[in-house]
């Protein structure tokens, strides 16, 4: 199957900085990218919806502001989350479509800590 | 709106079959998918099912009726290895740019 790769894999954060985590398609042009958070022993929440060269779309109570989404490439789309916050900590991943594909590809995952 | 239901938790023991079922009541229905998810790792393609009826892959199955809104995941000759979070998913257009709704996910713990 097609590769996703994030970056970092693990990051631990000061309360009020901001955070940068990588999500590429190695091996194939990722027309659609798509951000989850998971929580402990919680499935899958979709944050927002990312196509190259337009802006994201948000899920319902996911603000835009403090999660940016970039998707300047078929390759690359990356998700800041600024001003972080304890709360803010959580397992993010990100999952990648091409265009006549009917899957979807998880990245392995980015481990986020704010102390 | 969007419902996908799976049970909590479940536990078999190692050798056994075990059959994880998945409702789902969503606006529209372009497939239905299964990933396995160990802890602190993201989730691994199992299944897709699209049309009714079963699809084999060595030791998991997958099933789906369309007309019932279900869906089943079939572990045969369990290894503990399976001891995973199995997540139920559903596309409801055709589009691979429309994101996956997913189930809360069947925590299985395999026994010796």
């Known amino acids: 199957g097609a590769v996703v790769s994030q970056h970092p894999s693990r990051v631990i954060c000061k309360s009020g900085t901001s955070v940068k985590i990588e999500c590429r398609s190695l091996d194939f042009q990722a027309t659609t990218m798509f951000w989850y958070r998971q929580f402990p022993k919680q499935s899958l929440m979709l944050m927002a919806t990312s196509n190259e060269g337009s802006k994201a779309t948000y899920e319902q109570g996911v603000e835009k502001d403090k999660f940016l989404i970039n998707h300047a490439s078929l390759t690359l789309s990356t998700l800041t989350v600024t001003s972080a916050h304890p709360e803010d900590s959580s397992f993010y991943i990100c999952?990648?479509?091409?265009?006549?594909?009917?899957?979807?590809?998880f990245g392995p995952g980015t481990r986020l800590t704010v102390t | 709106g969007q419902n996908i239901d799976q049970p909590t938790e479940m536990t078999a023991t190692e050798g056994a079959i075990v059959q994880i079922n998945c409702t789902y009541q969503?606006?529209?229905?372009?497939?239905l998918f299964w990933y396995q998810q160990h802890a602190g790792e993201a989730p691994t393609f199992l299944s897709y099912n699209v049309l009714d009826g079963l699809e084999e892959k060595g030791r998991f199955s997958s099933f789906l009726s369309r007309s019932k809104g279900y869906s089943y995941l079939l572990l045969k000759e369990l290894q503990m290895k399976d001891s995973a979070s199995y997540l139920c998913?559903?596309?409801?257009?055709?589009?691979?740019?429309?994101?996956?709704?997913f189930g809360k996910g069947t925590r299985l713990s395999v026994i010796a």
């Open positions: 969503t606006s529209g229905f372009n497939g």
């Open positions: 999952s990648a479509s091409g265009r006549h594909s009917y899957e979807q590809y």
């Open positions: 998913a559903v596309r409801d257009e055709d589009s691979g740019n429309t994101p996956l709704v």
